[in-house]
């Protein structure tokens, strides 16, 4: 059962759908689409996963639907920039404004209390952080592929023994000492990097992993991703920039259900 419960914001950013991909969970991404309006949002890259698509074909319905749904928001007056990533970094090619859709490299917003915030993927940090990362970028990719299938295989059995869902790559990302120290790496070498703009904070993907937090002077977010946490950047009409999880969707719609019975 939908509701016509919607929650609308001044902004918003997302990152890492891997729409062209088995693991995008392009269904809670819809979700979310249809219960959030926004002025603006923010396509922080890899929206598409243009490299899987080139290893195989793979576009089911609901992936089809996300993307017409952006088109239908666009034509209702939401403003789209689109900053390519990695996966989709062939879009690189084509910056420019497309009717509602405007695709360029990064781009600084300006939040109602007057804050500068830089938006860019974040793999442009790649090369400072893992030098001649070549094949080593695939590995990892591949890697992070079967780790997500993996934890399917053991959500199954966790079902079937009448156990809760359980995230084996998030287990990975939060223990292993390496993979931590990668993404504290990660968060302070974005945080210097907007320092060569002339702005107060910093907006970032890449690195599937959603936080807001200060680092210095900077305010960093990072948007985390639509394959695992399914999170979103919001700003509201207070200038305040927070997280919305996949469970505040949820929630807000088994709510919204109970109001209306």
Not at 170 to 181: D, E, Q, T
Request: one cysteine or more.
């Amino acid at each position: 059962m939908r509701t016509n419960f919607v929650s609308h914001w001044r902004t918003a950013w997302i990152s890492d759908v891997h729409l062209g991909n088995k693991i995008s969970k392009a269904e809670a991404l819809l979700d979310f689409l249809r219960e959030n309006d926004f002025e603006t949002l923010y396509l922080v890259g890899d929206i598409i996963d243009i490299s899987a698509l080139k290893r195989r074909i793979y576009w089911p319905q609901e992936h089809n639907d996300v993307i017409q749904k952006l088109l239908r928001k666009g034509r209702k007056g939401t403003e789209i920039i689109y900053i390519p990533g990695n996966h989709d970094e062939h879009l690189g090619g084509y910056f420019g404004k497309y009717g509602s859709i405007t695709v360029q490299k990064n781009a600084v917003h300006t939040t109602v209390d007057g804050r500068r915030i830089l938006v860019f993927h974040g793999h442009e940090l790649d090369a400072v952080l893992v030098p001649n990362l070549g094949w080593r970028g695939h590995i990892g990719d591949i890697g992070y592929i079967l780790l997500m299938r993996c934890g399917g295989a053991v959500n199954v059995v966790r079902h079937l023994m009448g156990l809760g869902s359980w995230s084996l790559s998030a287990y990975v990302k939060g223990s292993v000492k390496n993979v931590l120290n990668f993404i504290g790496n990660f968060e302070r070498a974005a945080a210097r990097y907007s320092q060569a703009y002339p702005v107060d904070g910093v907006v970032c993907g890449h690195i599937h992993s959603a936080t807001v937090r200060k680092i210095g002077t900077v305010d960093y977010y990072n948007t985390g991703d639509w394959v695992e946490s399914c999170t979103a950047l919001v700003e509201d009409c207070d200038g305040t920039i927070k997280l919305l999880y996949n469970f505040d969707f949820s929630e807000r719609k088994r709510n919204a259900m109970l109001e209306r019975e």
